[in-house]
């Protein structure tokens, strides 16, 4: 598949506070959770759709996926048993832009969405969000003593291309320990 047309500089301003629908459906295996959408992806309207997110690939080096999905084919998850969502749904250009007080009102919304859908596992790619969102300061990567009704939640870190704190092979192996366990 070629890879989708780049957002022209344009089209980047016009994504801000831009929404990215949810790839859900009831009863999900694991429903991965991001930060917000970054301007690119909302942009092309695809999840993690930046180029050097690292997203898609740890995903498939994980054994979520049998191949390497392109964001285009988010929706290839829900067979599989896979879902996505954020804490806050406005894109803007990096989730710095984010106060606490609209992570914290993410966090409920997500939660209901959670109690909502069912997802066994619900796995929130990013430690910062998920402690500021639920309340969590001491929060550690892995599976979380708490859950939202039914459903576990486990803390992987974000994979950005920035998020210098885990190397790839790194970042594959606590996504792997996660799908070991779904």
Not at 118 to 128: E, F, H, K, N, S
Request: proline share 10%; with cysteine; hydrophobic share 40%.
């Amino acid at each position: 598949m070629p890879p989708a047309p780049r957002p022209t500089p344009a089209q980047l301003r016009a994504a801000q506070n831009k929404t990215v629908p949810d790839v859900i459906a009831p009863g999900l295996s694991v429903l991965f959770c991001g930060i917000n959408p970054g301007l690119y992806t909302a942009a092309i309207g695809h999840h993690f759709g930046r180029p050097g997110n690292r997203f898609w690939p740890t995903l498939h080096a994980a054994r979520f996926t049998p191949r390497l999905l392109d964001p285009s084919e988010e929706l290839e998850l829900l067979p599989l048993g896979y879902g996505i969502t954020n804490v806050v749904a406005r894109a803007t250009v990096g989730a710095d832009e984010l106060t606490n007080k609209e992570i914290i009102a993410g966090g409920a919304i997500l939660a209901a969405k959670v109690r909502d859908f069912a997802p066994r596992y619900l796995a929130v790619l990013g430690i910062g969000a998920y402690r500021t969102a639920f309340a969590k300061p001491k929060a550690t990567v892995g599976l979380q003593p708490d859950a939202i009704g039914e459903t576990r939640v486990w803390v992987l870190p974000n994979p950005s291309g920035l998020n210098a704190h885990y190397q790839g092979k790194d970042l594959v192996k606590v996504f792997r320990q996660l799908r070991d366990t779904a």
